[in-house]
């Protein structure tokens, strides 16, 4: 069993930053890629930046130069740095992992997400 488990949300002003951060726990044997995806209510779910095991990344159009995804390996984490938040940022903020697990089986994993709201 595979658990992915977000905080760090909460509500901010126009301008403000937040910084997430996810934990994968289980019978995890290797971690490809960790990434955080945000939906905001009535919107389709959208990829906001992506980190793979040798460090690359990448990041949606809207949130180049405010965000930055890290990871520690040695501790299953994936940390989204988040400045200049815009109201536009706001929506819920879904934890993904692309993993291999006991054993073995590779999947694709969710966590249950965090909230973030950004006031005007």
């Known amino acids: 069993q595979v658990a992915l488990v977000e905080s760090g949300g909460g509500l901010v002003q126009a301008g403000g930053s937040l910084r997430l951060s996810c934990v994968a726990s289980?019978?995890?044997?290797?971690?490809?890629?960790m990434g955080w995806f945000r939906q905001a209510p009535g919107k389709q779910r959208e990829l906001v930046a992506v980190?793979?095991?040798?460090?690359?990344?990448n990041y949606a159009d809207s949130v180049k130069g405010r965000f930055t995804i890290s990871r520690d390996n040695a501790e299953n984490t994936v940390y989204l740095q988040m400045n200049g938040l815009k109201p536009e940022d706001t929506a819920d903020y879904y934890c993904?992992?692309?993993?291999?697990?006991?054993?073995?089986?590779?999947?694709?994993?969710w966590g249950k997400g965090t909230l973030v709201t950004v006031s005007s």
């Open positions: 980190i793979r095991s040798g460090g690359s990344t």
């Open positions: 289980g019978s995890i044997v290797t971690i490809y890629s």
């Open positions: 993904n992992a692309d993993l291999l697990a006991g054993p073995p089986y590779r999947m694709n994993w």
